[in-house]
């Protein structure tokens, strides 16, 4: 009997630690289909203009 109490109380002891690291874990998993949910939040970038000016450049390199 003391062999089982003292296996229940080390199990016991360990039982919060291990939810913890459980929590910590999942709690990632958990959030992305709560961010995914919101269309919202979506940001996106301005169109870049396109002026030429690579190539113009590249051109003259290649000449000089």
Do not use: C, Y
């Amino acid at each position: 009997m003391n062999r089982i109490a003292a296996a229940l109380a080390k199990t016991l002891r360990l039982l919060p630690r291990a939810a913890l690291i459980l929590v910590l874990l999942a709690a990632p998993v958990l959030a992305v289909p709560m961010m995914r949910a919101d269309a919202g939040s979506t940001i996106e970038a301005p169109a870049l203009r396109k002026s030429g000016v690579g190539f113009v450049l590249l051109v003259s390199l290649q000449r000089g």
